[in-house]
């Protein structure tokens, strides 16, 4: 699997309002390192502030090798993309090399994207909400590390229809195996980032992720608590809905358990149970509907 590419470069022009929802979109798709290119002076500060991920954030009025990661993604302007991002930013993890006029860079090989792409307004997206264990992998009970891990049939199919279609994708999911002592927080960490880059690699995205470690009956003693994130609580819904600026009567909900339709509820998200089977026909059938929530 190719890695994602985590370093943007982009010029800022006459519009520096259109810079933050620039960046928000590009962390959808996994970007965490920023350089701007600009002659104006620019508080980083409230603009980090405003994003809905940690990101780093680096202004130049040049640019220099010294800021550059071996590979970048660059852009001539913050006028945003169209629903392609997840194409390009795949390609250019996996190689590809395009010319794209007006970006100085630094040294051949770079990843820029390619001219043509349609401009579109920054639509109030719709939000898929997916469950892991009996939705993106199957669940083979207390699933930690990457050989443990399997597909769901259609999962990555799935994953990319909706990030084409324009719809955020996020990852709520239960993980009482921290509590349980059967893995570690980092292990967790480590398979979410693995399933994103996955996704990623193939054109589709995972926006962001949310997880609950705790459980009320723990054997890890830190662990050892009731949380209002394990779902049926819908903490971890929620503080995505804050994060990313959601509107709920525009957000599903995935789940293979009662739980996640009740933290949906909560949440005040439409909820679909999932029967098993190929995951991205039972999501097209959804995001085809005409009374889809969305």
């Given amino acids: 699997m190719q890695a994602t590419i985590r370093q943007c470069v982009v010029r800022l022009g006459a ?17 965490a390192e920023f350089v701007v290119l600009t002659d104006a002076p620019l508080a980083t500060a409230p603009i ?17 090798e010294a800021v550059l990661q071996d590979r970048f993604l660059a852009c001539a302007s913050t006028e945003p993309f169209a629903g392609n991002v997840g194409d390009v930013l795949a390609a250019a993890a996996a190689g590809a090399v395009f010319a794209l006029p007006g970006v100085s860079v630094a040294r051949p090989g770079d990843a820029l994207p390619p001219p043509g792409l ?13 469950d892991r264990d009996g939705v993106i992998n199957v669940d083979h009970g207390y699933v930690g590390s ?15 229809l909706a ?10 999911t239960n993980q009482s195996g921290v509590a349980r002592g059967k893995y570690t927080e980092d292990d967790v960490r480590h398979l979410l980032d693995w399933i994103a880059d996955a996704a990623r690699a193939v054109g589709g995205t995972i926006d ?11 054997l890890v003693p830190a662990y050892r608590r009731v949380s209002d994130w394990r779902k049926p609580a819908p903490g971890m819904l929620l503080d995505l809905i804050r994060a990313w600026d959601l509107n709920p009567d525009r957000c599903i909900m ?38 889809s929530r969305a």
């Fill in 15 to 31: 519009e520096p309002a259109s810079l933050v929802p620039f960046l928000r979109e590009m962390q959808r798709f996994g970007v």
């Fill in 208 to 218: 962001d992720v949310r997880y609950c470690p705790y459980h009320e009956d723990a």
């Fill in 163 to 172: 990030t084409r279609a324009g719809w955020h994708v996020f990852i709520v």
């Fill in 146 to 160: 990457r050989d443990r891990f399997e597909w769901m049939d259609g999962a990555l199919d799935a994953i990319r």
């Fill in 48 to 64: 980090a502030a405003s994003l809905p991920r940690p990101a780093r954030l680096d202004v130049v009025a040049t640019l220099a």
């Fill in 254 to 291: 995935i789940g293979d358990q009662a739980t996640d339709l009740q933290a949906a509820e909560r949440a005040g998200v439409a909820g679909h149970l999932f029967p098993g089977g190929n995951l991205c026909t039972f999501v097209r059938a959804i995001l085809n509907r005409p009374n």
């Fill in 118 to 130: 349609d401009h579109v307004t920054w639509p109030e997206r719709p939000a898929l909400f997916l």
